[in-house]
C-alpha cells in the first residue's frame, strides 16, 4: 500500500470500509474512490473475490486506487463501457450533518466526482475525525494551468483565500491524473456549500472542485470499531 494508503493501521478506518463493503453484490459494477479509509473497502472486496463469495467489476477515480484494485485482484472496466454503475464507494476529507462533503486530498476529486455521479448510490467511508457539523476545510479545486491566475482573481472575489498546492517529492505543483493544477481554497466555515459550488463551477478554467452534494449514505467508523450509518 502506498503511504496515503494504510500506513498505520487505524480501526475506526477499517470499520468503516469492511462495513461498505457489504453493500456490493456479485454482479455489481462498482466505483472505486481514493484515500485510506476506501483502500479497507477494496482490500476486503479482493478478499471476497479471492474467496470466490463475490464477482465483479470496479471502476477507479485514481491511479492510486487502480493500483490497490489491482494488487487486490479486482477486475476492472471503464465508465465507457458501464456509463451507469450500481454503485460508488469512497473517502471523504470532510462531511457535515447535511452530507455535504468536501474530497480532493489525493487531488483525484474530479474523477471522484464523474464516477460518483455516474452511479445509482453513493456511499463514503470516514473515520469520526472527519464529520463536521459545518464544512470549514480548504476546497481543492483542479484548474487548467493555463487559466491559473484568472482563477486565483476569481476565487479571491469570493473571498476566498487560494494556494497553488506543491508537490512533496519534488520541485512544483501537484499534477493531477489530467494533467491539471490544484489550488486549495479557504473559505473559512462555508455557510452554504450548495451556492459556492454553483460560484465555482462557474468560473471559466475550474475543471472540478471539492464540494460533493450527492452523498447518499455515510458509514462512520468509530474507536471502538463500530460504525454509524447515516442516510440522506
Do not use: C
Request: avoid cysteine; hydrophobic fraction near 40%.
Amino acid at each position: 500500500m502506498t503511504e496515503r494508503n494504510m500506513s498505520t493501521d487505524s480501526p475506526e478506518k477499517r470499520a468503516a470500509g469492511v462495513a461498505a463493503s457489504w453493500m456490493v453484490e456479485s454482479g455489481m459494477v462498482v466505483g472505486l474512490g481514493t484515500g485510506s479509509t476506501v483502500a479497507y473497502t477494496i482490500k476486503e472486496l479482493g478478499r471476497r473475490i479471492r474467496e470466490e463469495e463475490l464477482e465483479i467489476l470496479g471502476v477507479v477515480t485514481s491511479y492510486q486506487s487502480e493500483m490497490l484494485a489491482i494488487e487486490a485482484g479486482i477486475p476492472l472496466a471503464t465508465l465507457a463501457q458501464h456509463p451507469e454503475l450500481d454503485i460508488a464507494i469512497d473517502g471523504v476529507d470532510q462531511i457535515d450533518s447535511r452530507l455535504y462533503a468536501i474530497k480532493g486530498g489525493g487531488a483525484a476529486h474530479t474523477r471522484e466526482k464523474i464516477v460518483s455521479s455516474s452511479s445509482k448510490r453513493f456511499v463514503v467511508v470516514a473515520d469520526e475525525s472527519k464529520i463536521s457539523t459545518q464544512l470549514d476545510k480548504a476546497v481543492p479545486i483542479e484548474v487548467l494551468p493555463f487559466a491559473k491566475t484568472l482563477v486565483v482573481k476569481k476565487i479571491k472575489e469570493l473571498g476566498g483565500k487560494p494556494k497553488l498546492r506543491s508537490a512533496l517529492r519534488k520541485d512544483g505543483p501537484v499534477i493531477t491524473d489530467n494533467g491539471n493544477f490544484v489550488l486549495d481554497a479557504d473559505f473559512g466555515v462555508i455557510n452554504d456549500p450548495e451556492n459556492l459550488a454553483l460560484q465555482l463551477s462557474s468560473i471559466p478554467g475550474v475543471v472540478e472542485h471539492g464540494i460533493f452534494s450527492n452523498v447518499d449514505e455515510l458509514y462512520i467508523g468509530r474507536k471502538d470499531e463500530s460504525v454509524e450509518i447515516v442516510r440522506r
